[in-house]
T-cell receptor
Framework: AQTVTQSQPEMSVQEAETVTLSCTYDTSESDYYLFWYKQPPSRQMILVIRQEAYKQQNATENRFSVNFQKAAKSFSLKISDSQLGDAAMYFCAYRRFTGNQFYFGTGTSLTVIP | GAVVSQHPSRVICKSGTSVKIECRSLDFQATTMFWYRQFPKQSLMLMATSNEGSKATYEQGVEKDKFLINHASLTLSTLTVTSAHPEDSSFYIC?????????????FGNGTRLTVT
């Protein structure tokens, strides 16, 4: 089974600063999808950004961007101009190109300091 | 965007009783839905994959007789926790993916906080 590793259980960032959350994964497949989800205190899982493995260009969604390094099997999330509302648990997730199952990392708890 | 509705959001039940949690995809068809369990400050643990019109697929260590899953239509899956015990208290989250969109992410319900007294 694929494994997803988030090595930073907790991170903190000053408001308006930039923070990078790391994620690595293990797979023998060449095509797959990667996702970052955010879970605020409400516990609703919210999609932040997604990346198709066959696309070399890094995905970007407003203040959120990823650094996708396929050879290194790394998929980090960069949050620019951090806001108080960004405080949440962040989960990295992997999905095979074919199939439905998602594999989640253990999460990173992000604190935004005013 | 795709919406998944989960009900109830909170439930308190007595030990020995059964509780049913519903998961509905409101604006898309989902041949497959997923049920997760999440302990405080931990990741999502996949319990089972619910397949429309067929038996659910349970992950290793999950008791299928205790966590009954029914996926009777393309928009509804239910999880019934039977003979609940205090150790079943947890946060349960369902999710679904649009089966007609290969690139589709998982869409999550708001979760159900189950407390067994």
């Amino acid at each position: 089974a694929q494994t997803v590793t988030q090595s930073q259980p907790e991170m903190s960032v000053q408001e308006a600063e930039t923070v990078t959350l790391s994620c690595t994964y293990d797979t023998s497949e060449s095509d797959y999808y990667l996702f970052w989800y955010k879970q605020p205190p409400s516990r609703q899982m919210i999609l932040v950004i997604r990346q198709e493995a066959y696309k070399q260009q890094n995905a970007t969604e407003n203040r959120f961007s990823v650094n996708f390094q396929k050879a290194a099997k790394s998929f980090s999330l960069k949050i620019s101009d951090s806001q108080l509302g960004d405080a949440a648990m962040y989960f990295c997730a992997y999905r095979r190109f074919t199939g439905n199952q998602f594999y989640f990392g253990t999460g990173t708890s992000l604190t935004v300091i005013p | 965007g795709a919406v998944v509705s989960q009900h109830p959001s909170r439930v308190i039940c007595k030990s020995g009783t059964s509780v049913k949690i519903e998961c509905r995809s409101l604006d898309f068809q989902a041949t497959t839905m997923f049920w997760y369990r999440q302990f405080p400050k931990q990741s999502l643990m996949l319990m089972a994959t619910s397949n429309e019109g067929s038996k659910a697929t349970y992950e290793q260590g999950v008791e299928k007789d205790k966590f009954l899953i029914n996926h009777a239509s393309l928009t509804l899956s239910t999880l019934t926790v039977t003979s609940a015990h205090p150790e079943d208290s947890s946060f349960y989250i369902c999710s679904a993916r649009r089966h007609d969109a290969p690139y589709s992410p998982l869409h999550f319900g708001n979760g159900t906080r189950l407390t067994v007294t």
